[in-house]
């Protein structure tokens, strides 16, 4: 695999870290700021939903730029959005540097993804995107756990200067390593054509749908262990950890099972996740299960993005940048649904392993989708 890769997945590790690094952080940010949980979870949802909003209009802003110009400007401007978030002195102004990072987010991955995806042969493409996210998901393994066991010794701002400095160091290794390539082809209104094919459509709502019940577990993750499971606080960072290994194995073997299949490959992994949204429910009260269950559960969380970003970039061939920046906006706006589901059942008074419940219900209409999108896929192939 190039070195290129390698840089693209250094950024990913800022960004990964920014986006997971609020959920083990709630109750520390809620007391601080004085608001509840659930409004304290909305963080996550505004997060989310920056990424949605963001992304695609950044990629057609950017669109003419040289794809390696495009990276840095937004690496620069997620330094910006962390910068923020550090020196919030208000609630309001930390939703604020959290929607700027966003920003950020839905396009660098969208763009990101093309450049990985063009530095190898076309049979290794889900391959190439997968290492990208490791970046992603190795956040959660170090980043997450690190920034959350700082978070709770130095207080929650000294996590976001620790994102700040990776930033710089993800923006270094894109100047230095990311080869330079012609300006993309094409316009703008090329790239919005895409979206007249249903099957772009259907691709993202399986993406909001079958990636929505990872955040409408994990953002409650710690009242959930705490509240219901009786861990300490201090075990949160460790578990998140053994979440955050799980996603590196899920996201390695998705984009190997993507290489051969890409449907299959996310009609299992989404169904598996919606059987381990149940399960967390179930086995909450129960220490051990829990941390093996919410280990397995990273798995099949992140065994579903290689194969819903390749799907994306199969529905959409001849104009893939901005419906990859789409696709990583339906996933961030199926975590956004996610943590707003579950933080409505909170609040309605079914406690801490309602979300898990969500999830499972939310995993459901995924698999409806995903089947939809299959027969419309098989429907478009020549008998």
């Given at each position: 695999m190039p070195l290129a890769l390698f840089a693209l997945a250094i950024s990913a590790f800022g960004i990964g870290t920014t986006e997971f690094i609020i959920n083990g952080l709630l109750?520390?940010?809620?007391?601080?700021?004085?608001?509840t949980i659930p409004a304290a979870g909305l963080l996550v949802s505004g997060y989310a939903l920056g990424v949605a909003v963001g992304g695609p209009p950044l990629t057609m802003l950017g669109g003419r730029l040289p794809r390696k110009t495009m990276l840095l400007s937004l690496m620069v401007l997620f330094i910006l959005g962390n910068l923020l978030s550090a020196l919030a002195p208000s609630y309001a102004v930390l939703?604020?540097?959290?929607?700027?990072?966003?920003?950020?987010?839905?396009?660098?991955?969208?763009?990101?993804?093309?450049?990985?995806?063009?530095?190898?042969?076309?049979?290794?493409?889900?391959?190439a995107i997968a290492l990208m996210f490791t970046g992603l998901t190795l956040a959660n393994v170090v980043g997450v756990p690190l920034g959350t066991w700082i978070g709770q010794a130095f207080g929650w701002r000294?996590?976001?200067?620790?994102?700040?400095?990776?930033?710089?160091?993800?923006?270094?290794?894109?100047?230095?390593?990311?080869?330079?390539?012609?300006?993309?082809?094409?316009?703008?209104?090329?790239?919005?054509s895409t979206f007249r094919n249903p099957g772009v459509w259907l691709a993202l709502a399986m993406t909001v749908f079958g990636f929505a019940p990872v955040f409408a577990v994990i953002t409650f993750i710690?009242?959930?262990?705490?509240?219901?499971?009786?861990?300490?606080?201090g075990a949160v960072p460790v578990v998140m950890a053994l979440f955050g290994v799980g996603l590196v194995v899920g996201n390695l073997l998705g984009g190997k099972l993507a290489d051969r299949a890409v449907m299959p490959s996310i009609y299992g992994s989404v169904a598996l996740l919606t059987v381990l949204s149940a399960v967390v429910a179930l086995v909450s009260s129960s220490q051990v299960a829990f941390v093996v269950t919410i280990t397995?559960?990273?798995v099949a969380a992140f065994a579903t993005v290689p194969p819903?970003?390749?799907r994306v970039l199969d529905a959409a061939a001849g104009a893939p940048t901005l419906a990859s920046a789409a696709n990583i906006g339906a996933f961030n706006l199926g975590n956004a649904i996610g943590s707003f589901a579950a933080g409505l059942?909170?609040?309605?008074?079914?406690?801490?392993t309602a979300p898990a419940w969500t999830a499972a219900l939310l995993g459901l209409v995924g698999l409806a989708v995903a089947g939809a999108a299959g027969v419309q896929a098989r429907r478009l192939v020549p008998a």
């Amino acid at each position: 695999m190039p070195l290129a890769l390698f840089a693209l997945a250094i950024s990913a590790f800022g960004i990964g870290t920014t986006e997971f690094i609020i959920n083990g952080l709630l109750p520390d940010v809620a007391a601080d700021f004085g608001v509840t949980i659930p409004a304290a979870g909305l963080l996550v949802s505004g997060y989310a939903l920056g990424v949605a909003v963001g992304g695609p209009p950044l990629t057609m802003l950017g669109g003419r730029l040289p794809r390696k110009t495009m990276l840095l400007s937004l690496m620069v401007l997620f330094i910006l959005g962390n910068l923020l978030s550090a020196l919030a002195p208000s609630y309001a102004v930390l939703m604020a540097g959290r929607f700027l990072s966003a920003f950020a987010h839905g396009a660098y991955f969208g763009v990101g993804s093309v450049v990985a995806a063009d530095l190898v042969a076309p049979q290794k493409r889900a391959s190439a995107i997968a290492l990208m996210f490791t970046g992603l998901t190795l956040a959660n393994v170090v980043g997450v756990p690190l920034g959350t066991w700082i978070g709770q010794a130095f207080g929650w701002r000294a996590t976001f200067w620790v994102v700040v400095a990776i930033g710089v160091a993800g923006l270094a290794g894109v100047l230095a390593l990311v080869p330079r390539r012609p300006r993309p082809s094409g316009s703008v209104l090329r790239e919005l054509s895409t979206f007249r094919n249903p099957g772009v459509w259907l691709a993202l709502a399986m993406t909001v749908f079958g990636f929505a019940p990872v955040f409408a577990v994990i953002t409650f993750i710690s009242p959930i262990m705490t509240g219901v499971g009786g861990f300490s606080p201090g075990a949160v960072p460790v578990v998140m950890a053994l979440f955050g290994v799980g996603l590196v194995v899920g996201n390695l073997l998705g984009g190997k099972l993507a290489d051969r299949a890409v449907m299959p490959s996310i009609y299992g992994s989404v169904a598996l996740l919606t059987v381990l949204s149940a399960v967390v429910a179930l086995v909450s009260s129960s220490q051990v299960a829990f941390v093996v269950t919410i280990t397995l559960f990273g798995v099949a969380a992140f065994a579903t993005v290689p194969p819903l970003q390749t799907r994306v970039l199969d529905a959409a061939a001849g104009a893939p940048t901005l419906a990859s920046a789409a696709n990583i906006g339906a996933f961030n706006l199926g975590n956004a649904i996610g943590s707003f589901a579950a933080g409505l059942t909170i609040d309605a008074g079914l406690g801490y392993t309602a979300p898990a419940w969500t999830a499972a219900l939310l995993g459901l209409v995924g698999l409806a989708v995903a089947g939809a999108a299959g027969v419309q896929a098989r429907r478009l192939v020549p008998a």
